[in-house]
C-alpha cells in the first residue's frame, strides 16, 4: 500500500487556518505579541532607569508579580468553566495591554507593584482561559497543532516586538521609553478587538433545563482537577520540566557573564537559536501528541536531550573560547529541541488527561504550574549551576531527567488504562 502523498506547504497552511476559532486567536496573538515584545525589551530598564527604582525594588515588583500570576492563571481556568470564556479572554486581553501601556507612568515603588500586579493578574487568566477554548474549539487531533501554530506565532511576534522595543534603547530618552512602553501597550490592547469575533462555541456548555414533563437524570459537573491525583502529578512534573525557560532567560546570561570566557553576545547568538528552532519546529514535532504513548515517549526524549544540554552547558566554563563557543551552542541547540518535544508533550497531555466536562479548571491549574515555575526558577538555577558550577549543572540535567521520565509512566500507565477501558 502506497502512502498518501504530502500535501503542499500552500494547502497545509490553507487547511490548518480554515477554522474560523485558530484564524481569530492567530492574527490576535500576532499583533499582541508583537505588543508584548515591544515592552518585554524595555521595561525592566524603564523602571531601573527612567523611573529611578532600585534593583532590589525592580526584582520585588517582579517577584509580588509572580506569585499574583499564580493564583490568577487557575482563576481563569475556573471561571471559563461557568462564564463567558470568549469575553473573559477580550476582558483579560484589553486589561493587559492597558496595564503595559501604563507602566509609562510608573514614578514610584507602589505604582510599579499596583501595574505589575494588574499586568500578572490579566496575564494569568489570559492563558488559561485561551487553553480553555483551545480545550473546547478543536478536536483531541488539532488541538496541540493549534497550540503549536499559536507558540510559533507568539516567537515571531516576540521577535518583531524586541527590535521595536529596540529603537527605544538607541535612542536611550525618557519620551522614547514611554512612548514605545504605551504603544506596545496599546496594540495589545487592539487585539482584543480581533477575539470578538470568536464564535459562541469556545465557551463552555451549559446544562439544558430539564423539560418540566421528562425524567431528566442530572447533569455531571465533572471531577475536580484537585481531586485528581494523576493529573495533579502530571502539572507538578510538567512544571517542573518548566523551569528550562528559566535557564535560558535568567540561568545562561549569568552563567555566560560569570563562568565562562565567552563573550556576552553570544547569549544573544543562542536566544536567536532558540527562537528560530522553535518557529520552525514547534508544529511539526507537535504533531501526534494527542495519543497518550507519543506523548509520554516524545516528553521522554526531551528529557535526554535537556540533560545533555546541560551537562554542556556546565562544560562550557574552564575552556578556551573557541570551545566554549562551540558547547554553548551545541547546548542551545539540544535545549531547543528539548522544548519543543517537551511542550507538545506537554500540551497534549494536558488535554487529554483532562475532564474535558471542566476543561477550563484542568488547564488552570497546568497553567499554575508553569507560573510557579517561573517564580522558583531563579531560585533553584542560583542554588544549583550559579553557586556549584558544573556538579550544579549535572543536578539540573538530572531533575529534568526525572522529571521528564515522570510525565512518560504517567502517560504510558493512562494509554495502558485508555486501551482496557476500550475493549469489548
Avoid at 521528564?404 to 476500550?422: H, N
Amino acid at each position: 500500500m502506497t502512502a498518501s502523498p504530502r500535501l503542499p506547504l500552500r494547502v497545509r497552511i490553507r487547511d490548518t487556518f480554515s477554522d474560523s476559532v485558530l484564524r481569530a486567536l492567530t492574527v490576535a496573538t500576532l499583533i499582541g505579541t508583537v505588543g508584548r515584545g515591544v515592552t518585554l525589551t524595555i521595561v525592566v530598564l524603564y523602571l531601573s532607569l527612567i523611573a529611578g527604582l532600585p534593583a532590589g525594588q525592580v526584582a520585588l515588583v517582579y517577584t509580588i508579580g509572580s506569585a499574583i500570576g499564580i493564583g490568577a492563571s487557575y482563576l481563569g481556568g475556573h471561571l471559563a468553566d461557568s462564564l463567558s470564556a470568549r469575553r473573559l479572554l477580550v476582558a483579560s486581553v484589553a486589561v493587559a495591554g492597558l496595564a503595559l501601556a501604563s507602566v509609562a507612568l510608573v514614578t514610584e515603588f507602589w505604582m510599579a507593584v499596583v501595574t505589575e500586579s494588574l499586568i500578572s493578574i490579566a496575564l494569568g487568566m489570559n492563558g488559561s482561559v485561551r487553553s480553555a477554548i483551545v480545550a473546547r474549539a478543536f478536536s483531541p487531533e488539532t488541538r496541540v497543532t493549534s497550540r503549536a501554530v499559536l507558540r510559533t506565532v507568539t516567537n515571531i511576534g516576540i521577535t518583531v516586538g524586541t527590535g521595536v522595543g529596540a529603537v527605544a534603547l538607541a535612542l536611550g530618552s525618557a519620551e522614547a521609553y514611554r512612548a514605545i512602553l504605551v504603544a506596545g501597550g496599546l496594540a495589545y490592547a487592539a487585539s482584543a478587538l480581533l477575539l470578538l469575533r470568536l464564535p459562541a462555541r469556545v465557551d463552555a456548555q451549559k446544562p439544558e433545563a430539564a423539560d418540566a414533563e421528562a425524567d431528566a437524570a442530572p447533569v455531571e459537573p465533572g471531577r475536580s482537577p484537585w481531586r485528581d491525583p494523576r493529573y495533579l502529578l502530571f502539572s507538578a512534573l510538567a512544571g517542573v520540566f518548566a523551569i528550562q525557560f528559566v535557564v535560558l532567560n535568567v540561568g545562561i546570561p549569568l552563567w555566560v557573564a560569570h563562568d565562562t570566557v565567552a563573550p556576552e553576545w553570544i547569549v544573544s547568538i543562542m536566544f536567536v537559536v532558540n527562537t528560530v528552532l522553535v518557529i520552525a519546529l514547534q508544529v511539526p514535532l507537535s504533531r501526534g501528541t494527542h495519543d497518550l504513548r507519543r506523548a509520554g515517549d516524545v516528553t521522554a526524549v526531551a528529557g535526554i536531550l535537556m540533560a545533555f544540554g546541560c551537562v554542556l552547558y556546565g562544560a562550557s566554563a574552564g575552556t578556551d573560547l573557541v570551545a566554549t563557543v562551540v558547547l554553548l551552542i551545541a547546548a542551545s541547540v539540544l535545549h531547543a529541541l528539548s522544548e519543543v518535544l517537551s511542550q507538545g508533550g506537554a500540551w497534549g497531555l494536558s488535554f487529554e488527561l483532562a475532564d474535558q466536562r471542566r476543561a477550563g479548571s484542568y488547564q488552570g491549574v497546568f497553567s499554575m504550574t508553569f507560573a510557579v515555575a517561573s517564580m522558583i526558577g531563579p531560585l533553584v538555577i542560583t542554588w544549583t549551576a550559579i553557586q556549584l558550577g558544573f556538579a550544579g549543572w549535572l543536578i539540573l540535567g538530572a531533575m529534568f531527567l526525572v522529571a521528564a521520565f515522570g510525565v512518560t509512566i504517567i502517560a504510558r500507565r493512562a494509554a495502558r488504562a485508555q486501551e482496557f477501558s476500550a475493549r469489548p
